[in-house]
């Protein structure tokens, strides 16, 4: 496999949030979040994909958490985000390389998707045991 390069990876990120930004599903969740000023979030995406395919240890965040402060994704969302990925992927990266990104991403959209539901399920949960005990 070619190694993958800085480069590569800011030109991928730069251009699947080229895509997000248009898109009729993920565009409009994304404004709400980043608004104008998608410069921060690209670096901040560019730093996670360095540390996940070099790990260059650049990134300094916590992705889960960023994603369950939203209102629930739900795995439609996911399928959609992954899509685009796919896509953005096979046009920057060649073959051995835009699989081993869609590999991960697909991971890791596994691995919020789960975690999102299960936060969002204990909130639901709490919420309606509150309920039931005030009724009580």
């Not at 251009?15 to 998608?38: C, H, M, Q």
């Not at 739900?74 to 081993?100: H, M, N, Y």
């Not at 697909?106 to 045991?129: K, N, P, Q």
Request: charged share 20%; glycine share 6%.
């Amino acid at each position: 496999m070619p190694p993958v390069t800085e480069s590569q990876i800011a030109e991928l990120v730069d251009n699947f949030y080229g895509k997000i930004r248009t898109d009729p599903v993920l565009g409009p969740i994304f404004a709400s979040v980043i608004g104008e000023d998608w410069g921060p979030h690209l670096a901040k995406m560019r730093a996670f994909w360095s540390t996940v395919i070099l790990a260059s240890r650049t990134y300094k965040g916590n992705p889960m958490m960023a994603h369950m402060n939203l209102p629930q994704l739900k795995w439609e969302q996911f399928d959609r985000w992954l899509k685009l990925w796919r896509e953005t992927t096979a046009e920057v990266c060649g073959e051995p390389v835009a699989s081993l990104f869609v590999q991960k991403a697909e991971t890791i959209a596994g691995r919020f998707l789960h975690a999102i539901s299960a936060y969002h399920d204990s909130l639901s949960d709490s919420a309606h045991g509150e309920q039931t005990f005030q009724a009580g």
